[in-house]
């Protein structure tokens, strides 16, 4: 069974995985990998006032944010052959209309538009603005990251435009 969307009307931003990966999937909760930063970074960019665990996940709507993903099958964001359902992602962003859907990596961002670049987007996807977040995955600690200077950074942007829009 897919792990369910966490999504209610006037979001300020959905963030967008590619696919729930296997810890999250045997937890029945988002971002539950041990080396995964998600919530750290969601915190220490001050999207959050406080730690959350993977467990209160569904808590994330009272702070303004969705979650959901690209690939409801259990996956791994490097897995091939992953199919991406965009129209999907399409008609909840219409749905719901967050201020911004900010993508988690690259990955998720190119199954969507051609798009390489961190930051802000000059598209947008169903009237909201677009950003494209580095991965939360231990696995993408290294970088690059430039121009800003860590993943961190990027995320305290995001914070500070939605902070921007309230």
Known sequence: MPLP???TPGLRAI????AVGERSDAV???YAGRNNDF?????????TPRLLSPE???TLPDFGI?????????AQSHDRGLVWDVPGLVAKVARYRPGWVAFHGKTAARAVRKTTALGVQTWRLAEARV???PSASGAARGGPFAPLASRLDWWRELALLLNEDR
């Open 15 to 18: 963030i967008c995985g590619t």
């Open 66 to 74: 969705g979650l959901t993903d690209l690939n409801k099958t259990v």
């Open 39 to 47: 919530w750290r970074l969601l915190h220490e960019s001050g999207l």
């Open 131 to 133: 950003y494209v977040l």
């Open 56 to 58: 209160e996940d569904v």
């Open 28 to 30: 029945r909760h988002y």
């Open 5 to 7: 969307d966490i999504l």
